[in-house]
Nanobody, 117 residues
């Protein structure tokens, strides 16, 4: 059974930081591109950042310099470090695993991030 479990969300003041974690099980983690997506109320889900099996990272343009994605293949973990959070960053953040070759992708259940004073 494949599971992606996010943690680390919560309420933070604008300008603060959070680190999201995604624990994967049931997949050969090192063979999956890992991504973080977010969805705010009334908006479409959007890609925040991704990291390939080789460790190449891609962060959405507007978030570069504030968000960083990383992975630890030994622990089957993916991370999203978010700094200088803004109210517009508030959303449910989802972990995604997409196989390098053919196959289905997987999603976590999401974790709420709220940046508000």
């Amino acid at each position: 059974q494949v599971q992606l479990v996010e943690s680390g969300g919560g309420l933070v003041q604008p300008g603060g930081s959070l680190r999201l974690s995604c624990q994967a099980s049931g997949i050969v983690f090192r063979l999956y591109t890992m991504g973080w997506y977010r969805q705010a109320p009334g908006k479409q889900r959007e890609l925040v950042a991704s990291i390939s099996i080789g460790g190449n990272t891609d962060v959405a343009g507007a978030l570069k310099g504030r968000f960083t994605i990383s992975r630890d293949d030994a622990k089957n973990m993916a991370y999203l470090q978010m700094n200088s959070l803004k109210p517009e960053d508030s959303a449910v953040y989802y972990c995604n695993a997409r196989p390098y070759s053919s196959g289905r992708e997987y999603w976590g259940q999401g974790t709420q991030v709220t940046a508000s004073s």
